[in-house]
């Protein structure tokens, strides 16, 4: 099994994506929101690129018993009915609705893995329950950081680095790309404190300052999960 890494949805469209299983990463926040959304049981979400793009497949869809959720610069949108936080996909909330997401670098992430075989949800909360599944699917594997604004951030490269070292542990044959590699080595320095290092990087911070330190908490708990969400066909579920 290869791993690859991309550090940017802009590196990940360089890469060739056919056959290959492909991991989107926003460790703060949106991957790790819809894996909380998830457990609340949240019914599906629907990545799109823009505000007003989520707003017309909001009025285009009736059908569906929709909410609209998503971020800029960290807050809610004007108008949505849920932001980025986990701690807004409360059960009583979300429990058998589908979200319209649109996030300021996840979902950008999403949309340029859609040329892959296999899309997963990843995080630090089902570090553990990922590596089986990628194991199970036996397919190369590109790990796709959101990054942020099309550059590098460290609690992404982190987390895709514990993917590495987990499927490792759990016994897979693997060869490592130099990104991949790099990544590691980042997520070994840092992985007796996840939460210190997400609370220092720069996003982190950033969330700090406009009040939304405590989802870094949520953001930061190894293996809260089994859960691994899949996109598929335009459309982020539970497939089992």
């Not at 019914?43 to 009736?62: G, N």
């Not at 649109?102 to 999403?110: C, D, F, I, R, V």
């Not at 514990?162 to 840092?190: H, P, Q, T």
């Amino acid at each position: 099994m290869k791993i690859d890494l991309a550090f940017s949805p802009y590196e990940l469209e360089k890469k060739d994506l056919q056959g290959k299983a492909v991991v989107v990463i926003d460790a703060l926040r949106a991957t790790s929101t819809m894996i909380v959304a998830f457990e609340n049981g949240c019914s599906a979400f629907i990545p799109v690129l823009t505000v007003e793009e989520a707003k017309k497949l909001a009025a285009d869809r009736r059908d569906l018993d929709l909410l609209l959720g998503g971020e800029r610069r960290a807050l809610p949108v004007e108008g949505f009915h849920l932001g980025n936080s986990p701690r807004d996909y409360r059960p009583e909330k979300v429990k058998g609705k589908v979200v319209i997401m649109t996030t300021t670098n996840g979902t950008q992430a999403l949309i340029a893995a859609r040329g892959a075989a296999e899309v997963f949800i990843g995080a630090f909360l089902n570090l553990s329950a990922l590596s089986h599944r990628l194991i199970e699917a036996g397919r190369d594997v590109i790990i796709a950081c959101a990054g942020e604004k099309g550059f590098f951030c460290l609690e992404d490269t982190v987390c895709g680095g514990a993917i590495v070292d987990r499927l490792e542990k759990d016994g897979a044959a693997i060869s490592e790309s130099d990104s991949a590699m790099a990544a590691k080595v980042l997520y070994e320095y840092f992985e007796n404190d996840i939460y210190r290092m997400l609370l220092e990087s720069e996003w982190g911070q950033y969330l700090e300052s406009v009040g939304l330190g405590k989802d870094i908490r949520i953001c930061a708990r190894v293996d809260s999960s089994r859960l691994v969400p899949v996109y598929r066909e335009g459309k982020i579920f539970l497939d089992r």
